[in-house]
Structure formats: C-alpha cells, structure tokens
C-alpha cells in the first residue's frame, strides 16, 4: 500500500462519513450506521495495507497517529450515537476527522520501514492504539460538553458525558500501563518520570478529578463542563503539545 493512495481511501472514507451524518438527522438510523461503518471499514482498510507495506504498525511518526485518530474519531461517534443517539455527534465526529485527514493530505510525512529499538517491544502497538482510541473518547466526551454548554445542559445528558468519559479513562488507564510495560522492556523501568510520563500522569489525574466532582452532592454541571474542556486541553498537551517545551530535548519519547 503506498501513501500516495491515501487521498482515495479518505476521500471515500469522508463521503460514507457524511452521508451516514445526514441520514442521522433524518433519524434514518439504519442507514447512519451503514454508512458510517462502511467509512470505517474503508480507513481501516488503508491502516492494513500501510501495516501490511510498511512491515510495522504505522504508529512511529506523528501523521501516523493522526491516521488512527482520524479512524477512531467516527468509531467513538458512532458509538455514542448507537448508545444515546444525539443525531450531531456523527457531523461533529466526520468534521474533526476529516480537519485531521486534510492535515495529513497537506503536510505528508516520510513513512519508512525503519523502527528504532525502543519502538520494536510489542507493548508499542497495543500502548498507542489503546491511547488513540482513549482520546477520541474523551474527544467525543468534549464535543457533548461544548454543545450542552451551548445549549443548557440538562441532567440525564451530562449523565452520558460521564459515561464516555469513564470509558475514555478506563482505556487511559489500560494505555498507560501498556506504556510502563513497554517502557520496562525498553529503558529499563517502568516510570521514570519523563517529561511526556508527567503530562500524561497530569492528564489522568485531571480526568479523574473531573469524575470525583460530578460526585459531590452539590457540585455545578456548567463547572464541571468547563473542567472538562480543560481536561482536554492537558491531553492536547500530552499528545502533541509536549514537543514544543524545551524539555521534549530530554524526553525519551521523541523520536
């Protein structure tokens, strides 16, 4: 599979994506999930195929995760369209994929065979794959806090929020302690308190705090909301954010 065929895969992806939005609004929700997984089954036919001609996971360089954050933006809408069927989630899922596909269409990277040592562990795969699809729960859990904020959030929909963010935190948890296995086989321990480790230990934390408070009884949901929004710009950080700071020179996890 070559990335020049990328255009083609995610062209096709983002029309099936669209459609599948569309019919949402109608209430057309047979045809919503049709479409929308048939986008699903097209991008991820073009992860395998990069998998496949690049010998490797396609997970080293940052245009790489985008690839599987775009995949798991739709996933994570469709999801919790299937479970609480909020018709916007797919539009919002299909237009914040697509921002990441045209990223990578405008500013392609070199995709070569070669994976440095630290990288070849097969605790990788599975550390990175769990974190992409944490973030586009989590990311999905932020979309619904914008639009209730917009909108006067009513109880038993913030309810749903802290649901998604749950299961976004349980794939968190479960990415991070992929990481520090991995980590123990590459480097030689589990926590080092690395500067990408730290922010991730600060993200965590943030989501877990959040969970906490919608547990007292006389907490505010428009706070809560706004936390979350914070929230999520701690993990913007701890995924890509970290690579501007002075001190990703020093962190083990820059490739």
């Given at each position: 599979m070559s990335w020049n065929l990328f255009p083609y895969f995610a062209l096709a992806a983002i029309l099936c994506w669209a459609v599948g939005a569309l019919f949402a609004w109608f209430n057309k929700s047979k045809a919503a999930h049709a479409f929308t997984l048939g986008g699903l089954l097209?991008?991820?036919?073009?992860i395998i195929g990069m998998w496949t001609s690049l010998e490797r996971p396609p997970l080293r360089t940052m245009g790489e995760t985008r690839l599987w954050y775009?995949?798991?933006?739709?996933?994570?809408?469709?999801?919790?369209y299937s479970r609480w069927h909020f018709r916007w989630i797919l539009s919002f899922s299909t237009v914040l994929s697509t921002v990441f596909i045209c990223v990578n269409l405008f500013h392609p990277e070199i995709h070569s065979k070669a994976l440095m040592p630290a990288l070849q562990?097969?605790?990788?795969?599975?550390?990175?794959?769990?974190?992409?699809?944490?973030y586009a729960l989590l990311g999905a859990a932020t979309l619904m806090a914008v639009y209730q904020l917009a909108t006067h959030a009513k109880p038993e929909e913030v309810k749903a929020i802290d649901d998604l963010v749950r299961v976004g935190?349980?794939?968190?948890?479960?990415?991070?302690?992929?990481?520090?296995?991995w980590a123990k086989e590459a480097w030689g321990?589990?926590?080092?308190?690395?500067?990408?480790?730290?922010?991730?230990?600060?993200?965590?934390?943030a989501y877990l705090t959040y969970l906490h408070y919608?547990?007292?009884?006389?907490h505010r949901r428009s706070f809560a909301l706004w936390s979350l929004l914070l929230c999520f710009v701690l993990l913007q950080m701890c995924w890509w954010g970290i690579n501007y700071l002075p001190s990703a020179e020093v962190s083990v996890h820059t490739y």
């Open positions: 097209v991008f991820f036919a073009f775009s995949f798991f933006l739709p996933l994570a809408g469709l999801l919790v562990s097969p605790w990788f795969a599975p550390h990175v794959i769990v974190y992409m699809f944490a935190l349980c794939f968190m948890t479960f990415g991070m302690l992929f990481g520090a296995l321990n589990y926590w080092s308190w690395d500067p990408k480790e730290t922010w991730a230990a600060i993200t965590w934390l919608r547990q007292m009884p006389k």
